[in-house]
T-cell receptor
Framework: SQQGEEDPQALSIQEGENATMNCSYK?????LQWYRQNSGRGLVHLIL?????REKHSGRLRVTLDTSKKSSSLLITASRAADTASYFC????????FGAGTRLTVKP | GAVVSQHPSRVICKSGTSVKIECRSL??????MFWYRQFPKQSLMLMAT?????????EQGVEKDKFLINHASLTLSTLTVTSAHPEDSSFYIC??????????????FGNGTRLTVT
């Protein structure tokens, strides 16, 4: 497949805990992006990491990229109920295609 | 930030009728827009790539005569579901890529249209 694939499919945690989700891909990339989708809404861009970067932070988000393993991880620290959503990774090129995503549920 | 407006957000139509969904980039120009279909708790399935001034490119298995796409301007793409049937009921989402943006810049998404065909 040309798109990234997220893992796990579903993740349920308590508020305040950290959430980690992973993305694997198969081809060479220019950059990798993470998106969030709240139920019944469109996708919202969260963070972009370039192929020459290994780690990037944005607020409570931390993204890592390992191009040798063709994988990325998204860490959400101190999760909140409002973080409940589906999360998708997208790789450039082919960032118009998406995998199944990770459905994160944060329980209050 | 870049905003994509998708309209309507919800529509209910009778079987056999056609429905038009609009995707509009409000503060940027978009040479390329994408249309998706999403079933409950599933991923976005890319239906077609819409290019301004030219014919859309459809993904394998998507009926181009059923899902008509028009991208007549740099800020508007429309998806018309023709002769809708209950199995066309779904969540349709569009996204847009900013013209002239840095290579690999993020896509901007509309908030989707919930289509119910009765």
């Amino acid at each position: 497949s040309q798109q990234g694939e997220e893992d796990p499919q579903a993740l349920s945690i308590q508020e305040g805990e950290n959430a980690t989700m992973n993305c694997s891909y198969k081809t060479s990339i220019n950059n990798l992006q993470w998106y969030r989708q709240n139920s019944g809404r469109g996708l919202v861009h969260l963070i972009l990491i370039r192929s020459n970067e290994r780690e990037k932070h944005s607020g409570r988000l931390r993204v890592t990229l390992d191009t040798s393993k063709k994988s990325s991880s998204l860490l959400i620290t101190a999760s909140r109920a409002a973080d409940t959503a589906s999360y998708f990774c997208a790789t450039v090129p082919n960032d118009m295609r998406f995998g199944a995503g990770t459905r994160l549920t944060v329980k209050p | 930030g870049a905003v994509v407006s998708q309209h309507p957000s919800r529509v209910i139509c009778k079987s056999g009728t056609s429905v038009k969904i609009e995707c509009r980039s409000l503060d940027f120009q978009a040479t390329t827009m994408f249309w998706y279909r999403q079933f409950p708790k599933q991923s976005l399935m890319l239906m077609a790539t819409s290019n301004e001034g030219s014919k859309a490119t459809y993904e394998q298995g998507v009926e181009k005569d059923k899902f008509l796409i028009n991208h007549a301007s740099l800020t508007l793409s429309t998806l018309t579901v023709t002769s809708a049937h209950p199995e066309d009921s779904s969540f349709y989402i569009c996204s847009a890529r900013e013209t002239g943006g840095i290579y690999g810049s993020p896509l901007h998404f509309g908030n989707g249209t919930r289509l119910t065909v009765t």
